[in-house]
T-cell receptor, first 115, second 112 residues
Framework: DVKVTQSSRYLVKRTGEKVFLECVQD?????MFWYRQDPGLGLRLIYF???????EKGDIPEGYSVSREKKERFSLILESASTNQTSMYLC??????????????FGSGTQLSVL | SQQGEEDPQALSIQEGENATMNCSYK?????LQWYRQNSGRGLVHLIL?????REKHSGRLRVTLDTSKKSSSLLITASRAADTASYFC????????????FGQGTRLTINP
């Protein structure tokens, strides 16, 4: 089975800290995604990547950056954490269309609290 | 931007009954997918229906797609307590990277 692993289940940080959220997938997927989930707002796409060193902004990239140096790893960076970035962060991966199913495989999520 | 809008936002039924959730979207799609999320966990893919398909089945799940009305429905038959979860529809509008846009979800509660 595909496994998408997020490094932390719960994380508590202080305002202004630089925060790294790590995600690793073990199925050689081309595509990787970072979503945040907030009550009443559903899932919103922050950034995605369709290849190593390639990235594209999603719907809410402000305040975030990403890094994909290796195919299996996609990192989300909060340069200076703020309280409005308190949220559940979900990483996902998928095959490139034509190479298999287009469905997303999700990690278990990281609940980030910024105090 | 929110593409899929689920209806109802919450649904509570008795075990053994059927549960129907609806999803509406605004723009043309390549495919529509349904996901389940147990409380506080990641999402799990349930079923994918392509824009040229009208109905698809997987076990106790039945999905329909009406592209003329830009809507889809998810039917869960003979519900079980383990079906209690949030259900999300997601639409793929960009072929390249399969960027999915999710709705806000339907919270389904199955009462024993």
């Amino acid at each position: 089975d595909v496994k998408v692993t997020q490094s932390s289940r719960y994380l508590v940080k202080r305002t202004g800290e630089k925060v790294f959220l790590e995600c690793v997938q073990d199925m050689d997927h081309e595509n990787m995604f970072w979503y945040r989930q907030d009550p009443g707002l559903g899932l919103r796409l922050i950034y995605f990547s369709y290849d190593v060193k390639m990235k594209e902004k999603g719907d809410i990239p402000e305040g975030y950056s990403v890094s994909r140096e290796k195919k299996e790893r996609f990192s989300l960076i909060l340069e200076s954490a703020s309280t409005n970035q308190t949220s559940m962060y979900l990483c996902a991966s998928s095959f490139y269309p034509g190479q298999g199913s287009e469905k997303l495989f999700f990690g278990s999520g990281t609940q980030l609290s910024v105090l | 931007s929110q593409q899929g809008e689920e209806d109802p936002q919450a649904l509570s039924i008795q075990e053994g009954e059927n549960a129907t959730m609806n999803c509406s979207y605004k723009t043309s799609i390549n495919n529509l997918q349904w996901y389940r999320q147990n409380s506080g966990r990641g999402l799990v893919h349930l079923i994918l229906i392509r824009s040229n398909e009208r109905e698809k089945h997987s076990g106790r799940l039945r999905v329909t797609l009406d592209t003329s009305k830009k809507s889809s429905s998810l039917l869960i038959t003979a519900s079980r307590a383990a079906d209690t979860a949030s259900y999300f529809c997601a639409t793929a509008t960009f072929q390249g990277a399969q960027k999915l846009v999710f709705g806000q979800g339907t919270r389904l509660t199955i009462n024993p």
